[in-house]
């Protein structure tokens, strides 16, 4: 029974340890950047009008493939987080994002 418990605590410690290891998506294109710029002044300024403009540019620079998949994933939830009213983590993860830019 004590190995059972152990083995599921160290399984938990390395999904842990793994989860925070993921490397954000590249954006890929100066106009991806700009974009991203431009949520993170949609959500730090509270602006749902900018959110839905930033949305729409984000959706178009994905089907001009100038933003990868995972990417606009990203961004496209990071948008309905802002949405359903957490700003402020909204801007935590999209800053983490674009300072991880290369």
Do not use: F
């Not at 152990?6 to 999904?15: A, D, T």
């Not at 710029?37 to 178009?60: M, P």
Request: glycine share 4%.
């Amino acid at each position: 029974m004590l190995s059972d418990s152990r083995c599921l605590s160290s399984l938990c410690l390395v999904l842990l340890i793994l989860s925070g290891c993921a490397k954000p998506p590249e954006l890929g294109s100066d106009e991806a950047s700009r974009a991203a710029e431009s949520l993170y002044t949609a959500v730090t300024s509270k602006r749902d009008d900018l959110l839905t403009q930033t949305e729409s540019q984000i959706n178009t620079l994905r089907s001009g493939q100038k933003l990868s998949e995972q990417a606009h994933a990203e961004l496209t939830d990071i948008i309905r987080v802002a949405r359903d009213g957490n700003w402020q983590p909204a801007a935590e993860r999209l800053d983490a994002l674009i300072r991880a830019q290369p």
